[in-house]
């Protein structure tokens, strides 16, 4: 489970201090450190370390929906579900991954076309 050693492994443990914004018992969200928006959130697994998109297997759809479900309810309990937003998960160097262990970005609060580049 290479994400344990990721920094990501270490907010999961509480080793390193993170803006958490949600938990339950299968996801952990926190503040992006470097926001590309003004809501910019991050939706990781808690329990199943995976390093990229890439490699899923079949049976991690259920993981993958969770964080889904997860950026939608944090969405709506935030308030600007209604007006919108986006998630995003990027794989690999050239997509700008630099954290390799899966997670999702949540971006909101300013209409889609003003946001820059997603790294991490």
């Known amino acids: 489970m290479a994400g344990n050693d990721t920094i990501f492994g270490k907010i999961i443990r509480r080793e390193i201090p993170a ?7 299968e996801v952990l969200a ?3 450190i470097a926001p590309q928006a003004p809501v910019h959130v991050l939706f990781i697994p808690k ?3 995976i390093a990229t998109l890439d490699d ?3 049976g991690d759809a259920a993981l993958v929906g969770k964080l889904v479900l997860a950026a ?3 969405a709506r309990r935030e308030g600007f579900a209604e007006n919108g937003y986006r998630v995003v ?9 630099t954290v390799f262990h899966i997670h999702l970005h949540l971006l909101a609060g300013a209409p ?3 946001f820059g580049a997603l790294g991490r």
């Open 112 to 114: 889609l076309g003003h």
């Open 47 to 49: 329990h199943d370390p």
């Open 72 to 74: 939608a309810d944090y």
């Open 30 to 32: 926190f503040r992006d």
């Open 89 to 97: 998960m990027n794989c690999r160097d050239d997509a700008g991954q």
């Open 19 to 25: 803006d958490i914004v949600y938990e339950n018992d």
């Open 56 to 58: 899923l297997q079949p």
